[in-house]
């Protein structure tokens, strides 16, 4: 991605928060910030966001029926003899503002193309942890397929590890009725990526939803699939050699994660580490590498 769209989108992202007024004629005449009629106003078919739940805008459009509409809606110009805006972040707020009978909403305009507006809508969403997996997912797809980004690049933009990246493109390899478990919020991301390895994901995905099973217990059954599923029962904790303790305690302390040595005897085991983000496997595989 050149340099300058990058500056661009960095200067987009700081108006998405509200960091600084735009600037007089930033980006051309249309820029800028003002109100105009909601009816001008269309939701931007891009947007990864799909859910919105009637509660939280019954509960918003409330709120904006007595103080209005706070934060303004980002926008960008739509193209034509008419004046209409299409949003890039916000949608939440427009269909609230709908449902409390506004007639007006004050806007940011950008004046950005289609990959860039794509971009702002998914960063602002991931940083604000407003997508689901799947939505996240598929708002990554649509930069690689529309706008060429290899992984790396997106990576970089979006402000996420390549690694996270390729994780969360690999939940699309899920039959749709786990999809719809994960939009649903029964399963995690990490349900998913422990069901990509099973031989039925969507009959091993309905017994987690059942059982309430742990993302750790998930991954035993798919790599031991005759393996009976967990109860919520406590298990037993087998008693730990003192040796293999202290070289846990060793290794954790050198890696900054939790680590478990399981040593089953005749110089055979497995060595398992702990991280909770991608973040945190980058880093182990830096170290390991080097």
Same mark, same amino acid.
């Given at each position: ?24 004629? =930033?980006?051309?005449? =249309? *820029? ?14 891009? &947007?990864?966001?799909?859910? #919105? ?8 459009? $409330? ?7 706070? /934060? ?6 739509? $193209? ?5 805006? @299409? ?25 950005? %193309? ?17 997508? &689901? ?12 397929? @529309? #706008? ?18 390729? &994780? $969360? ?16 919020? *029964? ?9 990509? %390895? ?8 309905? +017994? ?10 998930? =991954? ?37 994660? !939790?680590?478990?040595? !399981? ?6 085991? @497995?060595?398992?580490? &702990?991280?909770? $983000?991608?973040? /945190? ?6 170290? +390991?590498? %080097?």
């Amino acid at each position: 991605m050149a340099l300058e769209s990058k500056r661009r989108l960095g200067r987009g992202l700081d108006a998405l928060l509200g960091a600084y007024p735009a600037e007089a004629g =930033e980006g051309g005449s =249309e *820029s800028g910030r003002r109100t105009v009629p909601i009816a001008l106003i269309a939701r931007n078919p891009r &947007n990864p966001r799909r859910d #919105f739940s009637d509660a939280e805008l019954d509960e918003l459009a $409330t709120s904006l029926t007595k103080h209005g509409i706070v /934060q303004p809606i980002v926008v960008r110009p739509v $193209t034509g003899g008419v004046e209409r805006y @299409e949003i890039i972040a916000g949608e939440r707020r427009w269909r609230a503002a709908q449902r409390a009978g506004l007639h007006e909403a004050p806007v940011t305009v950008l004046d950005v %193309s289609d990959s860039e507006a794509l971009e702002l809508a998914i960063v602002e969403n991931v940083q604000r942890t407003d997508l &689901n997996p799947v939505e996240e997912a598929r708002g990554y797809q649509a930069l690689i397929e @529309e #706008f060429s980004y290899s992984q790396g690049e997106l990576g970089q933009t979006i402000g996420k590890s390549r690694v996270h990246v390729t &994780n $969360t493109l690999r939940l699309l390899k899920l039959p749709e009725a786990v999809l719809e478990m994960m939009e649903a919020g *029964s399963l995690s991301a990490g349900h998913g990526r422990a069901l990509l %390895s099973a031989p039925d994901p969507a009959k091993l995905a309905k +017994l987690v939803v059942k059982k309430g099973l742990s993302v750790r217990e998930t =991954e035993r059954l798919t790599q031991e699939p005759g393996r009976p599923a967990p109860t919520k029962q406590g298990r037993k904790s087998p008693v730990r050699n003192a040796d293999i303790a202290a070289l846990e305690k060793e290794l954790s302390d050198t890696l900054g994660l !939790k680590v478990e040595l !399981k040593h089953q005897g005749g110089g055979a085991g @497995e060595l398992c580490i &702990n991280y909770a $983000t991608l973040e /945190q496997l980058d880093a182990v595989c830096r170290k +390991l590498k %080097s």
